[in-house]
């Protein structure tokens, strides 16, 4: 009967209109559907997610500012600025469609709002409808973020270059150059947003994407600064289905040559969904995993090479060097990569999602961030939860080599993977029932029947 009674309600979720953003939305919508609820997703047309990895959603799209907005040429915060003001009727028109078309034994139940779509809570305020916001990166970056409007206001940002290694006051371990600023926007714009995310009127509740083993201290530290609940209920990707979200197509062949090679040699190389490097970067970054001498499993999107449009400019002498011991793909299952025991460690960009994904398979870290949230989640890394090294040198062949060497190989690295295996039974633990992560679901759940 209780089933019956979850399933007449829908939630409709906002994700955000990037990769990063899209996966734990969808990524919640299943765990809440496999709870009794009705999910339909309201999204961008920018990067939209594909309703075919999930059929039992509902899906309907706004209108985007920009459908071919470039990361490397535009201005992401604008970018957001300009959909939030733009989608906010059509939102509104949307989710009067839905209350139109339910049954008698379906209502919306709330609106679960990804952060960067904030135009949400306004437009379910109108309609009488409750609204709970989603935020995809880690409990720490929010705090970071939202301590640039005070260091802007206290000239301490823009920060000179002999700042960059300076600690910033109360947000230890990270340095001025960790503080999580973007390369895609003005700082204008940037704190615009933060400000806009951090100063919510009128939703019920926060979703966050962690665990208390992880970030209890920066959760604490949230929850006493909102009058709201905020449940932490990560990994997301550890408790919901195992259909895939990805907006690029996954090469599984990768997996048949994981399967050839031994327990915990490989390293596995991805810089994420939006990166970018330089033909020099990438050839130095291919040389130094070849002179490193291990397996590795490196993801080249095409197109994030500046100028090319994929490996065509590696030196025949070097294909030769990794023949046989470097397979490069286009695109990778990453979890499921992660989970193979013949990967020992992970050379990432340290988006959240993907640093979740490798703490939960206790596999360590080479950091190498790039923007954002990243800088902050690769000091965490490094520096708290100490199961990663941080390259922060120039991309240079020497360094790589030393770094990977060092990980996979050294004692310094096989100290990580002990640290990691802790970290993943630790997390485990949580997920299961009586666990934190599962006890906030559950709190979360009551909510939402309760609205």
């Known amino acids: 009967m209780e089933k019956e009674e979850k399933r007449r309600l829908r939630v409709v979720l906002v994700p955000g209109p990037f990769q990063g953003h899209i996966n734990p939305t969808l990524q919640l919508g299943s765990i809440l559907r496999s709870n009794g609820f009705s999910i339909t997703v309201v999204h961008a047309q920018y990067s939209p997610p594909d309703p075919s990895s999930h059929p039992d959603f509902s899906f309907l799209s706004l209108p985007d500012t920009s459908s071919d907005f470039n990361f490397l040429t535009g201005n992401a915060f604008d970018f957001v600025l300009q959909l939030n003001a733009k989608c906010k009727a059509r939102f509104r028109e949307c989710l009067a469609e839905v209350i139109r078309q339910q049954g008698s034994d379906d209502e919306i139940a709330c609106i679960i709002y990804d952060e960067y779509m904030f135009f949400s809570e306004e437009a379910a305020e109108d309609l009488n409808l409750p609204s709970i916001i989603l935020r995809t990166s880690s409990a720490s970056n929010f705090l970071a973020r939202t301590a640039l409007i005070q260091l802007k206001a206290e000239g301490h940002i823009p920060f000179p270059e002999s700042r960059s290694q300076d600690p910033v006051s109360k947000l ?53 600064q909102c009058q709201i609940p905020i449940f932490p209920i990560g990994p997301m990707h550890k408790i919901a289905s195992a259909s895939s ?74 294909k030769e060097n990794i023949d046989g011991r470097g397979y490069i793909v286009k695109w990778a299952p990453q979890k499921k990569v992660l989970a193979h025991n013949a990967v020992g460690g992970f050379l990432s960009h340290c988006g959240w999602n993907s640093t979740l994904e490798s703490i939960c398979e206790g596999v360590p870290m080479i950091c190498r961030p790039c923007f954002g949230d990243q800088r902050v989640n690769a000091r965490y890394v490094s520096h708290v939860w100490n199961v990663g090294l941080e390259l922060e040198s120039e991309l240079e062949r020497g360094e790589i080599e030393r770094t990977v060497r060092r990980l996979m190989v050294d004692e310094e690295g096989k100290e990580m993977r002990k640290r990691g295996k802790n970290l993943k039974e630790r997390i485990e633990l949580r997920i299961k029932e009586g666990g934190s992560s599962n006890n906030s679901l559950n709190e979360l759940i009551e909510m939402i029947m309760s609205f």
């Open 172 to 224: 230890y371990p990270l340095r001025f150059k960790d503080l999580p600023l973007s390369i895609f926007s003005s700082l204008e714009n940037l704190l615009q947003i933060v400000s806009k995310v951090s100063n919510s009127k009128t939703s019920s509740a926060i979703i966050h994407n962690t665990i208390d083993c992880l970030e209890n201290s920066s959760l604490t530290k949230i929850q006493q």
């Open 245 to 318: 979200s990805s907006l690029l197509e996954e090469d599984t062949s990768c997996l048949a040559w994981l399967h050839k090679q031994s327990c915990n040699s490989v390293i596995y190389v991805s810089l994420g969904s939006i990166a970018f490097m330089d033909v020099k970067e990438l050839v130095e970054m291919a040389w130094g995993l070849a002179n490193s001498q291990q397996p590795f499993l490196w993801v080249i999107r095409p197109g994030s090479v500046r100028g090319v449009e994929w490996i065509e400019v590696l030196p025949e002498s070097l």
